[in-house]
Structure formats: C-alpha cells, structure tokens
C-alpha cells in the first residue's frame, strides 16, 4: 500500500484525526496532542485573543497546525472579522468557518456559512466551513472556494454519535473536496465508522475531553480513525444475502 | 468520397460557428476509456461491486466486464431493485417524429448519410400538424422531434416551429438533432422542447474518424460537448448513447456511463438518460466495406453493417448486462429502449433496466398520417412495430403501469 497522505490546504498530513483543544484543562492539551497523534489542532481565537494567564497558544506543541475557528460568530460578518483577526495573530491561514445563530443547539447557520466561506476564500484563507450535512449547501461551499466540507454528526457536544449518516455519505459520494467529519462523534467507534465510509479525517473534541482519562481517550480515537481508514482503503468485503435462486426468471427470455 | 484520411478535415478541430466551452470532462472520459481494461476484473471483483449500496466507477467497470457475464441473473435481480426503487412500477411512453431526414453528413454506417440515395423528404408545417395531430389521438403525451443533420435543410429556426407545433399536441418534447450552440439550445427551449438527445456513437476518437468522414458531425469534440452546452442553455435533461457494435461496446458502454456521470456531477439539477442501441441494419448502402468505389448500389436492400465495418455484433445478453450496469451505476438515471430491439426484449427489460419504451414507431417521414403525400425513407429497419395500444397492454402485462407523462414545462 502505498503512503496515504491527507492533503489539506496545499499541505500534506499523515494524521486523519483533527484535535479540539476547548473543554479541558490547558496542560493537558500537550499530551492528548501527544497521544491522538494529531498534526492539526483548532482552537477558538476568541480564547487565543485574550492573553495573559491561559492564553491557549502557549500550550500548543510546536509543529502543529493550527486550525482557529470563528466560533462566536453569529452571521457571515462576524466571522470574517474573527477570521482575519486570526491571521493577524499569527494562527495562519486556516481558519474553520462555524458560524452560529441559535445558543440551545448551536446548530451552523448554512446560508451565512456559504457567505463567509466565499469572502475568506477570495482573501486567501483555507476555508474550512462547519457546516449542517445539506447536498445543496456543499456544492455552494465549493463553488464559494471550501478547502474541505465539515458536515456535523450530531449536535455539537452532544457525544449522540452518527445522527446524520446518511447524509454525511451523500456528500461523501458527491462531494470532491474532502469531508471532515465534525461534532458530535461520541465514541472512536464511531469515529472509526465514519473513516469507513470514506471520510478524510475526523474531528473530535468534547468526545476526548469529557473523558475519564484524556490522553488515553485521545489514543483511542488515534486508533480507531487509522483503523477506519485502512478499511476503507483496503474495499469492505461484500455481505452475503440470505437465500438464493438457481433459476433465471429475468434473463431467461435472451436468445443469444 | 473522402476515403483517403489525409483529404478528410480534422476531426478533433472545431470549425467555424461552433461554439467552445470550458470543461475537463472529455478529457476525464476519453482517459478512462482508454485505461479501461475489461478483461482486468474478476468475479470477486464483480461480486464486490453487486454488494455495494453506491457503486463507484471501478464497480461499473467491474460490472461491465466479461468476469460479470455469469452474474448476469444477480445483475438483473438488483437492477430491478433499483429501478423500482428510483421509478416504481412506472414506465414512460414516448414516440420519435422524424420531421427531415436531409443530411450533410457522410457516416458509413447511417442509412441518412449524404452519399446515400434514399428518398429525402422533409415536413413542412401544415404536414406536421397532420402528423402530431396524428400521434397525439394514439395518446402518446411525450413526442421527440428527429432530423437528418443538415443545418441547411432543417436549420434552428425549422426545428423551432416544429417543437412550437409539438407543444400544442404534447406535453413534453424531445428533441434528437445535430449539436448546437448553446444559444440555439436556448432558443429551441423556449419554443418548447427541454430534453436533448445526442448519441456519441463511439467515444474511441479514432474509429469516429474513420466512421463520420465527412460534415459537422465529424468534429468528435463538439459533439461530445454537447449535452453541456444544452444544459448552459436551459434543457432540462440530457441524453447519452454510444451505438453498440461501432467499436469495442465495453469501452464504449463505460464511456457513455461515465460521460453522464460526470455531467450529473457537474449539473446536479440536469436529468440524464440513456438509450442503449445496438447496431442495426440500413437501406440501400454503397461501398460500405470502405472500398470508395467497388461497392454496389442496393436498391432498397436492408444490409448488414456491424461485420463489414470491422465492428462486433452485441448480443441480447451482452446488451442486457450493459443496461443493468448502467441501471446499478446510475440508479437514478432514466433509459430509453429502441425499436432497433425485438418485443420479446423490450417488454422483459421495461421494469428491469429500462424505464421508457418508445411505441407506434416509425423512421421514415411522414408515416404517421394518412394525409401527409410520399414519404421520406427510414433511417434504419425496426424490430417492434407495435403500436400504442400493443405497447400499453404489454406493460400491464408485465404488472407494470403505463404512463404517458409526468412532467409539467415551466
């Protein structure tokens, strides 16, 4: 088998598993980085903008990637303005596009989120828009310039796991770009699952976060995206049907 | 007759008028024609794609090769399952008007080729009238108008008035002309057809060359493009087809598949079909072996062309494992089966693979009314003169339910 390298904003990853950096303690950001084998990490830039004390930057590992979201942003504004305050900090040209209009589910506004997406892309950024699995609004991401699709699983934080599977494997059958499964993914199992049907990489916070021991709840999903992903390399085997039918009731009429 | 290749134009060079667009899609297709290897795949690999909910490229390519031959029954049973899952118990009724069979092109294998002296003949409006009027008391909802292709004979604006007078009768016009610009798609939109039709014939450049020696048709890009730039202009859906026999019909089956693919990829609102005819006898042909000079004229003799073309005969199974691969790439996707086939054959794959069924055929022009005087010749012989009424009763027979329309032109 040849590498399997995660292209992602003109850069090469070996590491399928993005690392949320929010809900947990900021030391021990280090070793769950350490343990999940993440190259790619986000964090919200309304933390990094405060300074001082906690300032989430110090406590990310050198060599990461850094992947700072726009979340607080309630329309397309909004988040074009976190965005290139981001970059004026330092944090790159990535930046994860979550633009939320609705505090009980935090569910991502797709309409400003394609409105964002078009600005920040036109700007240069690696946009990588967050965003409800809707067919329609992918193929407008695209078109608005998306690094990559982030449809959700279930609402965020939520741990409730694959609520939107069917819908995530649509844009993965349809979508070129690649589609980077976040929120709501409970379990590495599930992680797992996902990276099976064709994902190109996982992102994952209060699932790790909220685990009795993070680092080792980290390592888990470590495993279990690369084990989901070298199934979906190597082709599922086919399931077998039950019953079979030795005789030719629909081809039996061929004369040659 | 432009039998020495180098007095013949370039075939891949557009001429003048013809419009070009931005698109990577030939170049997508042609490569995995070539790539395309049938006899690679086993019956494990087969047996992977059958088992599959979505089937991807490398599927169909399986599906398409002669490792699935065997699988040929469990490729039935699944497309069966898809088409019902897609269309129900439905089948769509249509008819094909051939309003003109003037044409500029030389296609050594087409019974309306230029240098083929067969009764030409086209309608003018006052005999197209009688001949809708004509189809339409038979029932028939959907029509799809046919030329010859001859821009000089049958120009844009004669093809308009010709769908205007369809909208009168029909509630959903096709039409099956040469390319166009896509500005002529437009127009022809608004005067009422929205589905297009074009068979690619081969998708194996060079034996298109050596097939379409003469005439607009010649250039084998933009015949290619054009199913896009009638979506640029409006259409509703597209139709794709290569004619089986002409070169080697896996490559060319999996072309037509992945033409349509990557136009749904790139249009997700355009609908897409594809019709599935093999290649069959024409009238009266002269030196069809090639020889330019030696070959006799017929007078009104049904030959043979397939061999004599250097091409292979597709067999009923061959043809029907291409419908269901298609049916199982493309589940979505409607397909039309031609007159060119049997009763026997239509009537098993309707419901199966196909989901349209054409019905009171007839190639000629002219033949639909008794009031229209002379006709014009067919293009090629048919194997299902059925008309509407046998046509229906068939697909009830089969428990299937017959539907003349379901579309509404806005």
Redesign the interface.
Known sequence: MGKDVFMLGGKEFSSRFILGSGKYNVELIQAAVEQAGAQIITLAVRRANSGGEGNILDYIPKGVTLLPNTSGARNAQEAVRIARLSRELGCGDFVKIEIMRDSKYLLPDNAETVKATDILAKEGFVALPYMYPD?NTA?DLVNAGAAAVMPLAAPIGSNKGLATKEFI?ILI??I?LPIIVDAGIGRPSQACEVMEMGAAAVMANTAIATAGDIPQMASAFKKAIEAGREAYLS?L???R?KGG?AS????G???? | MQTDRRERVNHMEYMEGMEQIESDILDKVIGARSRYQADSYSGQEV??A??HD?RSIEDFAALLSPAAEPF??EM??KA?QETEKHFGNSVYLFTPIYISNYCENYCIYCGFNCHNRIHRMKLNMEEMEKEMKAIAQSGLEEILILTGESREKSDVTYIGEACKVARKYFRMVGIEVYPMNSNEYAYLQKCGADYVTVFQETYDADRYEGLHLAGHKRIFPYRFHAQERALKGGMRGVAFAALLGLADFRKDAFATGLHAYYIQ?KY?YAEISFSCPRLRPIMEMEGIAGDGHGGQMKEKAVVPVVEPLGGKEV???EL?QIMCAYRLFLPFAGMTISTRERA??RD?VIG?AATKISAGVSTGIGSHSEEVEGQGDNQFEIADNRDVDEVTGAIREQGLQPVMNDYVYV
């Not at chain 1, 030719?248 to 081809?251: A, E, I, V, Y």
């Not at chain 1, 009429?253 to 040659?256: A, G, I, P, S």
Request: proline share 5%; no cysteine.
């Open positions: 067919l193929r494997q059958d349809e070129e082709g085997g086919r399931v049907e039918e030719s009731p629909l081809t009429f061929l004369r040659d | 047996r992977a059958l088992s979505n040929l029954e039935a049973k069966k990829r997700p067999s009923e199974r029907m026997g054959f098993h199966v």
